[in-house]
Protein backbone atom coordinates (compact mmCIF):
# COMPACT_ATOMS: atom_id res chain seq x y z
CA UNK A 1 0.00 0.00 0.00
CA UNK A 2 1.20 3.60 -0.98
CA UNK A 3 1.92 5.74 1.88
CA UNK A 4 -1.15 7.62 3.66
CA UNK A 5 -1.00 11.40 3.35
CA UNK A 6 -2.93 13.07 5.89
CA UNK A 7 -5.10 15.75 5.14
CA UNK A 8 -4.16 17.83 8.43
CA UNK A 9 -0.22 17.41 6.31
CA UNK A 10 -1.82 19.82 3.79
CA UNK A 11 -4.60 21.78 5.04
CA UNK A 12 -3.74 22.05 8.56
CA UNK A 13 -6.98 24.13 9.70
CA UNK A 14 -9.31 22.12 7.51
CA UNK A 15 -12.10 20.51 9.49
CA UNK A 16 -11.57 17.11 7.73
CA UNK A 17 -7.60 16.85 9.75
CA UNK A 18 -7.39 13.77 10.70
CA UNK A 19 -8.30 11.82 7.65
CA UNK A 20 -6.80 10.30 5.07
CA UNK A 21 -6.55 12.57 2.18
CA UNK A 22 -5.38 10.12 -0.09
CA UNK A 23 -2.96 6.65 -0.67
CA UNK A 24 -0.59 8.24 -3.43
CA UNK A 25 -2.54 8.64 -6.53
CA UNK A 26 -6.20 10.51 -5.75
CA UNK A 27 -6.93 10.28 -9.23
CA UNK A 28 -7.01 6.22 -9.34
CA UNK A 29 -8.91 6.07 -6.04
CA UNK A 30 -11.70 8.14 -7.56
CA UNK A 31 -11.47 5.66 -10.48
CA UNK A 32 -12.05 2.57 -7.55
CA UNK A 33 -14.52 3.98 -6.08
CA UNK A 34 -16.55 5.03 -9.00
CA UNK A 35 -16.09 1.98 -11.24
CA UNK A 36 -15.11 -1.04 -8.53
CA UNK A 37 -15.47 -0.90 -4.64
CA UNK A 38 -13.47 1.01 -1.71
CA UNK A 39 -12.87 1.57 1.53
CA UNK A 40 -12.97 5.33 3.12
CA UNK A 41 -11.79 5.79 6.71
CA UNK A 42 -14.07 8.59 8.04
CA UNK A 43 -13.36 7.80 11.62
CA UNK A 44 -13.36 11.48 11.70
CA UNK A 45 -16.49 12.19 11.93
CA UNK A 46 -19.01 12.87 15.31
CA UNK A 47 -21.05 10.31 17.23
CA UNK A 48 -23.73 10.90 19.28
CA UNK A 49 -25.17 8.67 21.37
CA UNK A 50 -28.57 8.37 22.73
CA UNK A 51 -30.52 6.16 24.21
CA UNK A 52 -33.15 5.78 26.48
CA UNK A 53 -36.58 4.73 26.61
CA UNK A 54 -38.16 8.28 25.09
CA UNK A 55 -35.86 8.62 22.60
CA UNK A 56 -37.80 8.42 19.78
CA UNK A 57 -40.44 10.98 20.61
CA UNK A 58 -37.77 12.92 21.97
CA UNK A 59 -35.66 13.58 19.14
CA UNK A 60 -38.57 13.76 16.85
CA UNK A 61 -39.93 17.40 18.62
CA UNK A 62 -36.64 18.14 18.28
CA UNK A 63 -35.55 17.73 14.38
CA UNK A 64 -36.78 17.70 11.11
CA UNK A 65 -37.96 14.17 10.67
CA UNK A 66 -40.45 11.82 11.40
CA UNK A 67 -39.07 9.15 14.25
CA UNK A 68 -42.31 8.71 16.38
CA UNK A 69 -42.67 4.77 14.49
CA UNK A 70 -38.69 3.78 13.55
CA UNK A 71 -38.76 0.21 13.63
CA UNK A 72 -35.32 -0.78 14.39
CA UNK A 73 -32.66 -1.15 12.69
CA UNK A 74 -32.74 1.21 10.55
CA UNK A 75 -31.64 4.23 9.46
CA UNK A 76 -32.37 7.57 8.20
CA UNK A 77 -31.23 11.60 7.85
CA UNK A 78 -32.25 14.38 10.33
CA UNK A 79 -31.82 18.39 10.86
CA UNK A 80 -31.57 20.78 13.62
CA UNK A 81 -33.05 24.38 12.58
CA UNK A 82 -32.56 27.62 14.26
CA UNK A 83 -35.43 29.39 15.34
CA UNK A 84 -35.77 31.32 11.84
CA UNK A 85 -35.51 27.64 10.37
CA UNK A 86 -31.38 27.99 9.23
CA UNK A 87 -29.86 24.53 8.67
CA UNK A 88 -27.56 23.82 12.20
CA UNK A 89 -26.78 20.18 12.22
CA UNK A 90 -27.05 17.83 9.73
CA UNK A 91 -27.09 13.73 11.04
CA UNK A 92 -27.27 10.53 9.48
CA UNK A 93 -29.35 8.11 12.12
CA UNK A 94 -29.21 4.38 12.89
CA UNK A 95 -32.03 3.44 15.41
CA UNK A 96 -30.57 -0.01 17.00
CA UNK A 97 -33.25 -1.13 18.77
CA UNK A 98 -31.78 0.23 22.14
CA UNK A 99 -29.98 3.74 21.06
CA UNK A 100 -30.41 6.08 18.71
CA UNK A 101 -26.93 6.95 16.93
CA UNK A 102 -25.97 10.28 15.32
CA UNK A 103 -23.08 9.93 12.87
CA UNK A 104 -22.30 14.17 12.08
CA UNK A 105 -19.62 16.23 10.39
CA UNK A 106 -16.19 16.92 12.66
CA UNK A 107 -16.00 18.75 15.32
CA UNK A 108 -19.83 19.27 15.60
CA UNK A 109 -20.51 16.86 18.19
CA UNK A 110 -20.02 18.42 21.00
CA UNK A 111 -22.67 21.44 19.94
CA UNK A 112 -25.05 18.83 18.90
CA UNK A 113 -24.94 17.50 22.40
CA UNK A 114 -24.68 20.57 24.06
CA UNK A 115 -28.30 21.93 22.28
CA UNK A 116 -29.72 18.10 23.62
CA UNK A 117 -28.73 18.62 26.96
CA UNK A 118 -30.45 21.64 26.95
CA UNK A 119 -33.69 20.19 25.66
CA UNK A 120 -33.18 16.99 28.03
CA UNK A 121 -35.66 18.59 30.93
CA UNK A 122 -36.52 15.36 32.52
CA UNK A 123 -37.22 13.11 29.14
CA UNK A 124 -35.58 9.51 29.82
CA UNK A 125 -32.61 10.04 27.34
CA UNK A 126 -29.19 9.64 28.40
CA UNK A 127 -27.26 11.66 25.11
CA UNK A 128 -23.68 11.00 25.19
CA UNK A 129 -20.48 12.01 22.41
CA UNK A 130 -19.45 8.26 21.29
CA UNK A 131 -16.93 9.50 19.01
CA UNK A 132 -14.20 7.69 20.68
CA UNK A 133 -16.65 4.71 20.97
CA UNK A 134 -17.58 4.62 17.49
CA UNK A 135 -16.14 5.27 13.98
CA UNK A 136 -17.61 5.56 10.83
CA UNK A 137 -16.15 3.76 7.87
CA UNK A 138 -17.73 4.06 4.28
CA UNK A 139 -18.01 1.49 1.44
CA UNK A 140 -18.42 3.37 -2.22
CA UNK A 141 -18.41 1.69 -5.70
CA UNK A 142 -20.61 -1.14 -7.86
CA UNK A 143 -18.71 -4.01 -5.95
CA UNK A 144 -20.04 -2.88 -2.39
CA UNK A 145 -22.20 -6.09 -1.90
CA UNK A 146 -19.58 -7.99 -2.51
CA UNK A 147 -17.20 -6.50 -0.23
CA UNK A 148 -20.02 -6.54 2.36
CA UNK A 149 -20.41 -10.10 1.47
CA UNK A 150 -16.60 -10.65 2.55
CA UNK A 151 -17.30 -9.17 5.78
CA UNK A 152 -20.21 -11.95 6.52
CA UNK A 153 -22.99 -8.91 5.90
CA UNK A 154 -26.16 -9.30 4.52
CA UNK A 155 -26.30 -6.18 2.30
CA UNK A 156 -28.96 -3.99 3.35
CA UNK A 157 -32.35 -3.00 0.33
CA UNK A 158 -31.78 0.35 -1.48
CA UNK A 159 -32.80 3.73 0.16
CA UNK A 160 -36.71 4.30 -0.13
CA UNK A 161 -37.46 7.85 -0.36
CA UNK A 162 -40.75 9.16 -0.40
CA UNK A 163 -41.15 11.84 -3.32
CA UNK A 164 -41.41 15.56 -2.13
CA UNK A 165 -44.87 17.13 -2.20
CA UNK A 166 -45.11 20.27 -4.14
CA UNK A 167 -46.45 23.63 -2.77
CA UNK A 168 -49.75 23.95 -0.86
CA UNK A 169 -50.47 20.00 -0.96
CA UNK A 170 -53.15 18.44 1.13
CA UNK A 171 -53.14 17.36 4.07
CA UNK A 172 -52.07 13.46 4.52
CA UNK A 173 -49.88 14.15 1.20
CA UNK A 174 -46.99 12.76 3.49
CA UNK A 175 -47.39 9.23 5.29
CA UNK A 176 -46.04 9.55 8.75
CA UNK A 177 -42.56 7.54 8.33
CA UNK A 178 -39.44 9.25 7.91
CA UNK A 179 -38.98 10.92 4.24
CA UNK A 180 -36.01 8.37 3.63
CA UNK A 181 -35.67 4.88 4.83
CA UNK A 182 -31.89 3.69 4.92
CA UNK A 183 -31.89 -0.25 5.30
CA UNK A 184 -29.89 -1.32 8.31
CA UNK A 185 -28.19 -4.49 8.28
CA UNK A 186 -25.78 -6.25 11.38
CA UNK A 187 -22.20 -6.49 10.83
CA UNK A 188 -20.69 -9.88 12.15
CA UNK A 189 -18.89 -8.97 15.40
CA UNK A 190 -20.69 -5.98 16.19
CA UNK A 191 -21.53 -2.90 14.21
CA UNK A 192 -24.00 -1.79 12.03
CA UNK A 193 -24.04 -1.68 7.79
CA UNK A 194 -26.47 1.41 6.69
CA UNK A 195 -26.92 2.03 3.22
CA UNK A 196 -27.88 5.79 2.60
CA UNK A 197 -27.89 8.16 -0.69
CA UNK A 198 -24.58 7.56 -1.44
CA UNK A 199 -22.54 4.70 -0.14
CA UNK A 200 -22.72 2.25 2.63
CA UNK A 201 -21.60 3.20 5.86
CA UNK A 202 -20.02 0.72 8.77
CA UNK A 203 -20.58 2.34 12.49
CA UNK A 204 -18.33 0.01 14.12
CA UNK A 205 -16.40 0.13 17.77
CA UNK A 206 -13.01 1.56 17.04
CA UNK A 207 -11.20 -1.56 18.48
CA UNK A 208 -12.85 -2.69 15.38
CA UNK A 209 -11.66 -1.09 12.89
CA UNK A 210 -8.40 -2.63 12.48
CA UNK A 211 -9.69 -5.95 12.10
CA UNK A 212 -12.65 -4.47 9.47
CA UNK A 213 -9.94 -2.95 7.58
CA UNK A 214 -7.89 -5.81 7.66
CA UNK A 215 -10.64 -8.25 6.02
CA UNK A 216 -11.62 -5.94 3.36
CA UNK A 217 -7.93 -5.79 2.79
CA UNK A 218 -7.55 -9.54 2.68
CA UNK A 219 -10.76 -9.39 0.50
CA UNK A 220 -8.57 -6.93 -2.22
CA UNK A 221 -11.14 -4.40 -1.75
CA UNK A 222 -8.72 -1.33 -1.16
CA UNK A 223 -8.30 1.72 0.84
CA UNK A 224 -8.92 5.51 -0.98
CA UNK A 225 -8.58 9.16 0.46
CA UNK A 226 -11.42 10.96 1.45
CA UNK A 227 -9.87 13.23 -1.36
CA UNK A 228 -11.63 10.59 -3.52
CA UNK A 229 -14.97 10.22 -1.56
CA UNK A 230 -15.48 13.75 -1.56
CA UNK A 231 -14.88 14.74 -5.44
CA UNK A 232 -17.60 11.66 -5.83
CA UNK A 233 -19.94 13.42 -3.05
CA UNK A 234 -19.31 16.55 -5.41
CA UNK A 235 -20.07 15.18 -8.97
CA UNK A 236 -23.16 13.27 -7.10
CA UNK A 237 -24.78 16.71 -5.81
CA UNK A 238 -24.62 15.61 -2.27
CA UNK A 239 -24.02 18.67 0.47
CA UNK A 240 -21.89 18.84 3.20
CA UNK A 241 -22.88 20.60 6.66
CA UNK A 242 -20.00 23.66 6.85
CA UNK A 243 -19.50 23.25 2.99
CA UNK A 244 -22.20 24.01 0.81
CA UNK A 245 -23.89 25.43 3.95
CA UNK A 246 -23.72 28.86 5.72
CA UNK A 247 -25.96 30.46 8.56
CA UNK A 248 -28.57 31.36 6.51
CA UNK A 249 -28.80 28.28 5.16
CA UNK A 250 -32.12 26.52 4.51
CA UNK A 251 -32.89 22.78 3.69
CA UNK A 252 -34.29 23.40 0.64
CA UNK A 253 -31.82 25.39 -0.84
CA UNK A 254 -29.53 22.84 -0.53
CA UNK A 255 -31.62 19.58 -1.72
CA UNK A 256 -31.79 18.05 1.85
CA UNK A 257 -36.21 18.13 2.07
CA UNK A 258 -36.58 15.01 0.21
CA UNK A 259 -33.93 12.87 2.71
CA UNK A 260 -34.24 14.63 6.01
CA UNK A 261 -37.52 16.67 6.45
CA UNK A 262 -40.64 15.79 6.99
CA UNK A 263 -43.33 18.16 5.64
CA UNK A 264 -46.10 17.53 7.73
CA UNK A 265 -45.45 16.15 10.71
CA UNK A 266 -45.96 19.74 13.34
CA UNK A 267 -44.15 21.69 15.27
CA UNK A 268 -40.15 21.98 15.40
CA UNK A 269 -37.82 24.74 15.78
CA UNK A 270 -37.79 26.47 12.57
CA UNK A 271 -40.98 24.35 11.03
CA UNK A 272 -42.56 27.70 10.44
CA UNK A 273 -40.03 28.78 8.33
CA UNK A 274 -39.61 26.08 6.19
CA UNK A 275 -43.16 25.57 5.58
CA UNK A 276 -43.83 28.96 4.45
CA UNK A 277 -40.77 29.04 2.03
CA UNK A 278 -41.93 25.23 0.75
CA UNK A 279 -45.38 26.60 -0.09
CA UNK A 280 -44.80 29.83 -1.80
CA UNK A 281 -42.09 27.74 -3.47
CA UNK A 282 -39.59 30.15 -3.72
CA UNK A 283 -36.38 29.56 -1.46
CA UNK A 284 -33.83 32.74 -2.13
CA UNK A 285 -30.83 30.44 -3.39
CA UNK A 286 -29.98 27.12 -5.10
CA UNK A 287 -27.29 24.74 -5.09
CA UNK A 288 -25.29 24.11 -7.93
CA UNK A 289 -22.87 22.08 -9.68
CA UNK A 290 -20.55 24.02 -11.58
CA UNK A 291 -17.17 23.38 -14.38
CA UNK A 292 -14.33 25.38 -13.57
CA UNK A 293 -12.29 26.66 -16.76
CA UNK A 294 -8.92 26.28 -16.40
CA UNK A 295 -8.05 25.74 -13.36
CA UNK A 296 -5.56 23.34 -11.59
CA UNK A 297 -5.44 21.31 -8.87
CA UNK A 298 -3.10 23.23 -6.41
CA UNK A 299 -5.91 26.35 -7.70
CA UNK A 300 -9.37 24.96 -6.56
CA UNK A 301 -11.00 27.81 -4.73
CA UNK A 302 -11.27 27.50 -0.74
CA UNK A 303 -14.96 27.21 0.30
CA UNK A 304 -16.70 30.41 0.67
CA UNK A 305 -15.12 31.92 -2.66
CA UNK A 306 -17.29 34.14 -4.28
CA UNK A 307 -19.44 33.61 -7.34
CA UNK A 308 -19.42 36.39 -9.55
CA UNK A 309 -21.98 37.46 -12.38
CA UNK A 310 -19.79 40.16 -14.17
CA UNK A 311 -18.56 41.81 -10.98
CA UNK A 312 -21.74 41.07 -8.80
CA UNK A 313 -21.21 38.82 -6.30
CA UNK A 314 -24.32 35.99 -6.47
CA UNK A 315 -23.28 33.00 -4.30
CA UNK A 316 -20.30 30.95 -3.09
CA UNK A 317 -18.44 27.65 -3.52
CA UNK A 318 -18.51 25.02 -0.81
CA UNK A 319 -16.50 21.95 -1.90
CA UNK A 320 -14.52 22.33 -5.08
CA UNK A 321 -12.71 18.93 -6.55
CA UNK A 322 -10.89 17.81 -9.27
CA UNK A 323 -13.00 15.01 -10.83
CA UNK A 324 -10.99 12.19 -12.64
CA UNK A 325 -13.50 12.44 -15.86
CA UNK A 326 -15.22 15.92 -15.61
CA UNK A 327 -11.83 17.93 -14.23
CA UNK A 328 -12.16 20.74 -12.23
CA UNK A 329 -16.08 21.12 -10.70
CA UNK A 330 -17.44 22.83 -7.44
CA UNK A 331 -20.69 22.66 -5.75
CA UNK A 332 -21.88 25.79 -5.43
CA UNK A 333 -24.68 28.16 -4.04
CA UNK A 334 -26.09 31.12 -5.86
CA UNK A 335 -28.92 33.13 -6.05
CA UNK A 336 -32.34 31.29 -7.15
CA UNK A 337 -32.53 33.60 -10.20
CA UNK A 338 -29.11 33.04 -11.53
CA UNK A 339 -30.18 31.36 -15.17
CA UNK A 340 -28.48 28.18 -15.80
CA UNK A 341 -27.11 29.47 -19.06
CA UNK A 342 -25.20 32.65 -16.76
CA UNK A 343 -21.66 33.35 -17.87
CA UNK A 344 -19.89 33.13 -14.47
CA UNK A 345 -16.64 33.09 -12.91
CA UNK A 346 -14.56 32.17 -9.79
CA UNK A 347 -11.57 34.22 -9.26
CA UNK A 348 -10.02 34.16 -12.44
CA UNK A 349 -11.93 31.24 -14.04
CA UNK A 350 -14.82 30.91 -15.92
CA UNK A 351 -17.48 28.77 -14.62
CA UNK A 352 -20.54 27.25 -15.77
CA UNK A 353 -23.56 25.79 -14.45
CA UNK A 354 -24.45 22.15 -15.50
CA UNK A 355 -27.97 21.84 -15.56
CA UNK A 356 -29.81 19.18 -13.62
CA UNK A 357 -30.58 16.07 -15.29
CA UNK A 358 -27.71 17.17 -18.17
Known amino acids: MSRA ?46 PGPERLTWLHNLTTQHLLALSAPVGTETLVLSPHGHVEHHAGVLEDGETIWLDVEPGTAQPLLDFLLKMRFLTRVEPRDATLERAVLSLLGPGTDDALAALGATPPPPPDVLPVPGPKFPSGAVPPRPTARYGVTPLPGGGWVRRGRFGVDLLVARSRVPEVVAALTDAGVPSCGL ?36 LEKGCYRGQETVARVHHLGRPPRRMVLLHLDGMTTDQLPAPGAEVLAGERAVGYVGTAVHHYELGPIALAVIRRNVPDDAALRVGESAAAIEPVGA
Open 5 to 50: VDVAAIAPASPDAGAVAHYGDPMREQRVLATEVGLVDRGHRGVVAV
Open 227 to 262: WAYEALRAAARVPRLGWETDHRTLPMEIDLVASAVH
